[in-house]
């Protein structure tokens, strides 16, 4: 605002200068006038244009606004107070009011007004203005260093709520951010290491009803023991791995989640995922890919979503739906990466959302929703084109990821 306020200086003075020029006495008082108009333009320019490198200067010395205020007085009283420089001298204590406070407002408004009415003093003779008239810039000087004083508590009381509410938008984004790791560690637990661990105890049930029957076939027992052992070093893997990653997605250097890296080929990988999870469960598992590529290189962060969200379809699909068969289908079209998990179970039960499900604990199915849009991908969960059984659409698009990481 201050800077506006010189702004209107400069063109008062501009307008003015002539005026003072032809008014002002030969000689000295043309030199006294013309340095004056210098003077108090190149000031009021020089503010205007670099505020924020000259501003703290006058803001610290208030004897600047003092000399050009005395500067002023020149050329008011070589080309008169009827001509624009009365709006100079209306706009002094404006400014003293925004950068001093009321202190300084009413310290400049009256020695505004005090030099006002000594220059209708001086010029009484050629001024034939009525004594209204005469006060009337006085108090104009008066009431804008009112408002000049009002202006600057309203920035302070702006600036002052703009900052709470700038330090209330960041507690609320850190307050966001730790839900969001959160629930992301939640996804991580649940789909990994809380379902391994559930396999070890559904393996040492088995293995304490063999070892507590009558005819205990050792042979069986030691199989059993084998399933356990395994299952528990699959989760001690799977925490180790889900700790090395949350070290390397707080370690920025790593490159790991934000796209940097190198490219996995998750074609592959789903092929990979699909043909483990047949042999480890005994389900008829087929992993169909077709399209416009062979290979698709994504980033690390995106490809391990891709194929956490496949991995859980297939586990919940031979946990709760009781399927003959798993189909897992991807295809990429120009520029999309379609990936579709079908199983041909008992499906859904009717009526089920998201929220239902988070209610009553089954996070499989939200997290799933959750991965996906972590990633930018569309998700649908749902029949699809078959007649039974459930199917997990998701939908990619390319242009999104990082381009060289896509490059084949």
């Known amino acids: 605002m201050c800077r506006q306020v010189f702004g209107f200086r400069l063109a008062m003075i501009a307008v003015a200068a002539p005026a003072a020029l032809l008014n002002a006495s030969p000689g000295l008082g043309v030199r006294l006038v013309g340095a004056a108009v210098v003077v108090t333009f190149m000031g009021s320019y020089v503010l205007f244009r670099?505020?924020?490198?000259?501003?703290?200067?006058?803001?610290?010395?208030?004897?600047?606004?003092?000399?050009?205020?005395?500067?002023?007085?020149?050329?008011?009283?070589?080309?008169?107070?009827?001509?624009t420089l009365a709006y100079v001298s209306v706009c002094t204590p404006l400014l003293a009011g925004i950068v001093y406070g009321w202190r300084g407002a009413a310290c400049f408004a009256s020695l505004q007004s005090l030099i006002l009415l000594l220059v209708y003093a001086t010029l009484?003779?050629?001024?034939?203005?009525?004594?209204?008239?005469?006060?009337?810039?006085?108090?104009?000087?008066?009431?804008?260093?009112?408002?000049?004083?009002?202006?600057?508590?309203?920035?302070?009381?702006?600036?002052?709520?703009?900052?709470?509410?700038?330090?209330?938008?960041?507690?609320?984004?850190?307050?966001?951010?730790v839900a969001a790791e959160r629930a992301r560690l939640a996804r991580e637990m649940h789909d990994s290491v809380a379902k391994t661990l559930h396999g070890v105890a559904l393996a040492a049930d088995a293995l304490a009803r063999s070892a507590s029957s009558p005819d205990m076939d050792p042979a069986r027992v030691r199989q059993h023991a084998e399933l356990v052992a395994r299952a528990a070093?699959?989760?001690?893997?799977?925490?180790?791995?889900?700790?090395?990653?949350?070290?390397?997605?707080?370690?920025?250097?790593?490159?790991y989640g934000n796209g940097d890296g190198d490219g996995i080929d998750v074609l592959p990988e789903l092929?990979?995922?699909?043909?483990?999870?047949?042999?480890?469960?005994?389900?008829?598992?087929?992993?169909?890919?077709?399209?416009?590529?062979?290979?698709?290189?994504?980033?690390?962060?995106?490809?391990?979503?891709?194929?956490?969200?496949?991995?859980?379809?297939?586990?919940?699909?031979?946990?709760?739906?009781?399927?003959?068969?798993?189909?897992?289908?991807?295809?990429?079209?120009?520029?999309?990466?379609?990936?579709?998990?079908?199983?041909?179970?008992?499906?859904?039960?009717?009526?089920?959302?998201?929220?239902?499900?988070?209610?009553?604990?089954?996070?499989?199915?939200?997290?799933?929703?959750e991965r996906a849009a972590s990633v930018g991908a569309r998700i649908r969960i749902d029949p699809g084109d078959h007649d039974r059984g459930t199917a997990v659409r998701l939908e990619l698009p390319l242009t999104t990821l990082t381009p060289t990481a896509l490059t084949p």
Do not use: Y
């Open 50 to 83: 670099d505020w924020e490198r000259f501003g703290p200067l006058l803001l610290c010395h208030p004897t600047l606004l003092a000399a050009d205020t005395l500067f002023g007085t020149l050329l008011l009283i070589s080309a008169g107070p009827d001509t």
């Open 124 to 177: 009484r003779q050629e001024s034939h203005a009525s004594l209204a008239e005469r006060l009337l810039l006085p108090g104009l000087c008066l009431i804008t260093g009112a408002v000049g004083s009002t202006l600057r508590n309203l920035m302070l009381r702006f600036g002052s709520a703009t900052q709470a509410l700038t330090t209330v938008k960041a507690r609320l984004a850190a307050t966001e951010a």
């Open 233 to 255: 070093r699959r989760a001690a893997a799977e925490s180790r791995e889900l700790l090395t990653d949350l070290r390397r997605e707080s370690d920025p250097a790593q490159g």
């Open 271 to 369: 092929a990979a995922r699909a043909e483990d999870f047949g042999t480890r469960t005994g389900l008829p598992t087929a992993c169909r890919l077709t399209g416009d590529r062979t290979t698709l290189p994504v980033p690390s962060a995106v490809a391990r979503q891709l194929l956490t969200i496949t991995a859980e379809a297939m586990e919940n699909a031979h946990r709760h739906a009781a399927p003959t068969q798993v189909e897992v289908r991807a295809a990429v079209q120009g520029e999309v990466l379609t990936l579709t998990v079908h199983d041909d179970g008992r499906g859904l039960p009717p009526g089920t959302t998201l929220e239902q499900l988070r209610r009553t604990g089954h996070f499989g199915l939200v997290g799933m929703v």
